[in-house]
């Protein structure tokens, strides 16, 4: 028995007074109509109507019952009416993944920029070095890096795309010098950020060849902000993403070495579970992003191709 369409009936025959009446306004039959009712008085071992051939009745029961089944309906119907307009107006809660840095750097402004635009949306933003099982997990968007598209059954939209430079402290630079080559390099304390794209070691794309440096174990981290610190305070040199670069730069904690080279491309995207039915609070935060990732990408290159920044 189909309990909400047994409900239907009831509280229909008893809003219309009749069967017949009830049966067409539900486009059923007659029949069909009072077999849901027996049905669903069967099931609840209670009389909800008496019923002669000239009225009907509902019993104290069925005036309990009855109650019930309009709020139970009302419900159905609301979350009916809230679940198909959800692809059309932002609202509820919107779970984001990102790595850390580019989350504190590059998308809490978004956030707040979001929530400003939709304030019916709540934003869970998560930051960590992994990417999560969407799914597992319950993210509605996590937001990940990578040299081609993603090989997933998620969908996925390119939504920025970056680099890294390489990088050193004034003070660390007075003491040891300046290298002028990526050969030069291997003379100098090089700082290692965990990255699971390029693990080991930085590659330095000169025409046809590549060039190989591979950062030493003295020091080792896997956030690029706690990075751009030690390198800061002089511990050495060491290879940045262009966004916590361009920041570092700015402040003067820090110079870019070898401009003419860009490393470690790479893109960003945003998976998502499906294009069907795509809920406008997913919708709208990756047109967010793509709309404001690139321009603030734009403006970090801006500062990494300028000469007063460079050794």
């Known amino acids: 028995m189909d309990i909400l369409q047994a409900m239907r009936a009831?509280?229909?025959?008893?809003?219309?007074?009749?069967?017949t009446a009830a049966a067409t306004s539900?486009?059923?039959?007659?029949?069909?109509?009072?077999?849901?009712?027996?049905?669903?008085?069967?099931?609840?071992?209670?009389?909800?109507?008496?019923?002669?051939?000239?009225?009907?009745?509902?019993?104290?029961?069925?005036?309990?019952?009855?109650?019930?089944?309009?709020?139970?309906?009302?419900e159905v119907q609301d979350a009916a009416v809230e679940a198909s307009g959800a692809h059309l107006t932002p609202r509820g809660r919107l779970r984001v993944h990102s790595i850390t840095s580019l989350g504190t750097l590059q998308l809490a402004p978004l956030v707040a920029r979001y929530t400003a635009l939709?304030?019916?949306?709540?934003l869970e933003l998560t930051l960590s070095q992994r990417t999560p099982d969407l799914l597992e997990e319950g993210h509605d968007v996590v937001i990940t890096l990578?040299?081609?598209?993603?090989?997933?059954?998620?969908?996925?939209?390119?939504?920025?795309?970056?680099?890294s430079v390489v990088c050193a402290a004034p003070?660390?630079?007075?003491?040891?010098?300046?290298?002028?080559?990526?050969?030069?390099?291997?003379?100098?304390?090089?700082?290692?950020?965990?990255?699971?794209?390029?693990?080991?070691?930085?590659v330095f794309q000169d025409g046809d060849?590549?060039?190989?440096?591979r950062p030493g174990g003295h020091f080792q981290v896997n956030v690029a902000e706690a990075?751009?610190?030690?390198?800061?305070?002089?511990?050495?040199?060491?290879?940045?993403?262009s966004f916590v670069a361009a920041k570092a730069l700015c402040q003067g904690t820090l110079k870019r070495l070898l401009p003419q080279y860009q490393l470690h491309q790479r893109s960003i995207y945003a998976l998502y579970p499906s294009r069907s039915f795509l809920d406008a609070k997913t919708r709208t935060w990756i047109e967010l992003l793509k709309e404001e990732l690139p321009k603030a990408f734009s403006q970090d290159q801006e500062i990494l191709?300028?000469?007063?920044?460079?050794?």
């Not at 996925?156 to 680099?163: E, M, P, Y």
Request: aromatic residues 6%; glycine residues 4%; hydrophobic residues 40%.
């Open 209 to 213: 060849k590549e060039l190989t440096v």
């Open 305 to 311: 191709d300028d000469a007063a920044y460079w050794a």
């Open 171 to 202: 003070q660390y630079l007075e003491r040891h010098g300046t290298p002028k080559t990526p050969q030069d390099l291997h003379e100098h304390r090089c700082l290692r950020l965990v990255d699971p794209l390029f693990p080991d070691r930085w």
């Open 146 to 163: 990578s040299r081609e598209l993603p090989d997933s059954e998620l969908v996925a939209q390119r939504v920025g795309d970056l680099h």
């Open 10 to 19: 009831f509280v229909r025959v008893v809003d219309s007074g009749s069967f």
């Open 26 to 74: 539900l486009q059923l039959s007659n029949a069909q109509v009072s077999r849901l009712v027996s049905d669903l008085e069967a099931s609840l071992q209670a009389r909800l109507l008496h019923r002669t051939t000239r009225r009907l009745a509902v019993t104290e029961a069925g005036e309990r019952y009855l109650q019930r089944c309009r709020n139970i309906l009302a």
């Open 118 to 122: 939709y304030p019916e949306v709540s």
């Open 227 to 241: 990075m751009a610190q030690a390198a800061a305070a002089g511990m050495g040199v060491c290879l940045l993403p």
